[in-house]
């Protein structure tokens, strides 16, 4: 079983950072992707950011050059660091990873239970 637990989330001024972290725990071989994912109320889930299992990164457009995707392996660790807060990015924001059980298994993806962040104008 695998799980993905997210912290960081919080209540921040426009302008503001927050720094998210989600870690994957479990019976786990190995992480390709790992990406986050936000959803505002009634939106639908978007993806935010993406980081591949070598090293290439993907952005939405919304928060590109203010958002940055970052992973520890060592810790089965990713990140996001949010700067220049917006209230448009009001959400909650999903962690999804997919991981490998074992060498011959193939790739589940995960998400975590989500970390709400609310940015007041």
């Known amino acids: 079983q695998v799980q993905l637990v997210e912290s960081g989330g919080g209540l921040v001024q426009a302008g503001g950072s927050l720094r998210l972290s989600c870690t994957a725990s479990g019976s786990i071989f190995r992480i390709n992707a790992m990406a986050w994912y936000r959803q505002a109320p009634g939106k639908q889930r978007e993806l935010v950011a993406l980081?591949?299992?070598?090293?290439?990164?993907n952005y939405a457009d919304s928060v590109k050059g203010r958002f940055t995707i970052s992973r520890d392996n060592a810790k089965n660790t990713v990140y996001l660091q949010m700067n220049s807060l917006k209230p448009e990015d009001t959400a909650i924001y999903y962690c999804n990873a997919g991981i490998m059980a074992s060498v011959v298994a193939g790739t589940n993806y995960y998400w975590g239970q989500g970390t709400k962040v609310t940015v007041s104008s």
């Open positions: 980081l591949s299992s070598g090293g290439s990164t």
